[in-house]
T-cell receptor, first 113, second 114 residues
Framework: AQSVTQPDIHITVSEGASLELRCNYSYGATPYLFWYVQSPGQGLQLLLKYFSGDTLVQGIKGFEAEFKRSQSSFNLRKPSVHWSDAAEYFCAVGADSNYQLIWGAGTKLIIKP | GAGVSQTPSNKVTEKGKYVELRCDPISGHTALYWYRQSLGQGPEFLIYFQGTGAADDSGLPNDRFFAVRPEGSVSTLKIQRTERGDSAVYLC????????????FGPGTRLTVL
């Protein structure tokens, strides 16, 4: 069965510092992978997605993620975080049987001034 | 243009009552998804519509949960005989077609069962 693990429940980063959020997945074939962000009172917003091709994908708001098949990982990175990046981040894998998304538990990003 | 909207934004009900949660997808989106998000968890798939029909309802937890989309646009999630464990945020998403193109999410309905 497909599953997604986000090992870090919370991460605290200083404003201006770099960020990496971890995501590991379990899936038998080439996965469809997503990162979404959820801000308080807002709907989930897609940051980026990987379907195939170049394993380094660029997203909105300066985020990028790298697909590493050998490690079953799809980690999200940003070179310099801003206070407005404080939110909860979710990694998800797509189930091609019905197009549902299977989600990790999320990582809450806290930004220190 | 308008995004996905959900009403009400908050719903407080008593155990045993019936509730309806509404989702207005983006106009022209044929695929519609319902998810449930409990505190501290990622969303959990409930049901997926393609047009008017429920293409996959395997995520509905039991027969107290039911969803409809009679005209292929607005969808209503119905919960009978609510239980305290039903308390969660119910999320709706739509996409242009059933695929892994972007699913656009609404802000959710927070359901609290007392």
């Amino acid at each position: 069965a497909q599953s997604v693990t986000q090992p870090d429940i919370h991460i605290t980063v200083s404003e201006g510092a770099s960020l990496e959020l971890r995501c590991n997945y379990s899936y038998g074939a080439t996965p469809y992978l997503f990162w979404y962000v959820q801000s308080p009172g807002q709907g989930l917003q897609l940051l980026l997605k990987y379907f195939s091709g170049d394993t380094l994908v660029q997203g909105i708001k300066g985020f990028e993620a790298e697909f590493k098949r050998s490690q079953s990982s799809f980690n999200l990175r940003k070179p310099s975080v801003h206070w407005s990046d404080a939110a909860e981040y979710f990694c998800a894998v797509g189930a091609d049987s019905n197009y549902q998304l299977i989600w990790g538990a999320g990582t809450k990003l806290i930004i220190k001034p | 243009g308008a995004g996905v909207s959900q009403t009400p934004s908050n719903k407080v009900t008593e155990k045993g009552k019936y509730v309806e949660l509404r989702c207005d997808p983006i106009s022209g989106h044929t695929a519609l998804y319902w998810y449930r998000q409990s505190l501290g968890q990622g969303p959990e798939f409930l049901i997926y519509f393609q047009g008017t029909g429920a293409a996959d309802d395997s995520g509905l937890p039991n027969d107290r949960f039911f969803a409809v989309r009679p005209e292929g646009s607005v969808s209503t999630l119905k919960i009978q005989r609510t239980e305290r464990g039903d308390s969660a945020v119910y999320l709706c998403a739509s996409s242009l077609n059933p695929s892994f193109q972007e699913q656009f999410f609404g802000p959710g309905t927070r359901l609290t069962v007392l």
